[in-house]
Nanobody, 123 residues
Framework: QVQLVESGGGLVQAGGSLRLSCAVS????????MGWFRQAPGKEREFVAA????????YYADSVKGRFTISRDNVKNTVYLQMNSLKPEDTAVYYC????????????????WGQGTQVTVSS
């Protein structure tokens, strides 16, 4: 069993930055894929970024490439999402997710989810 707890959300002006954290506990392996997803009101949950825990390969949605960076800290067992140049359209609840291997961009492919953290970007 894997537990995920997100933090770091908040209210920020357009152009600003936030760093989200996902604390990971429980059974984990170097092959685990860790993903960040987001869901805005009235919209489906969408892929944002992902990383392979063991080798740090990263993947991004086109909408966030060049602005967001996903990383992980093996000592702290934490995955981060650094978000720069934020836009009002980035406003959503952001979720951390995990799966035993590889990375996929569909929410259904992940077995474990955090409770989410709200990010609001004002114009």
């Amino acid at each position: 069993q894997v537990q995920l707890v997100e933090s770091g959300g908040g209210l920020v002006q357009a152009g600003g930055s936030l760093r989200l954290s996902c604390a990971v506990s429980g059974r984990t392996f170097s092959t685990y894929g860790m993903g960040w997803f987001r869901q805005a009101p009235g919209k489906e949950r969408e892929f944002v970024a992902a990383i392979i825990w063991g080798d740090s390969r990263t993947y991004y949605a086109d909408s966030v490439k060049g602005r967001f960076t996903i990383s992980r800290d093996n000592v702290k067992n934490t995955v981060y999402l650094q978000m720069n140049s934020l836009k009002p359209e980035d406003t959503a609840v952001y979720y951390c997710a995990a799966r035993p291997s590889l990375v996929v961009t569909t929410p259904r492919g992940y077995d474990y989810w955090g409770q989410g953290t709200q990010v609001t970007v004002s114009s």
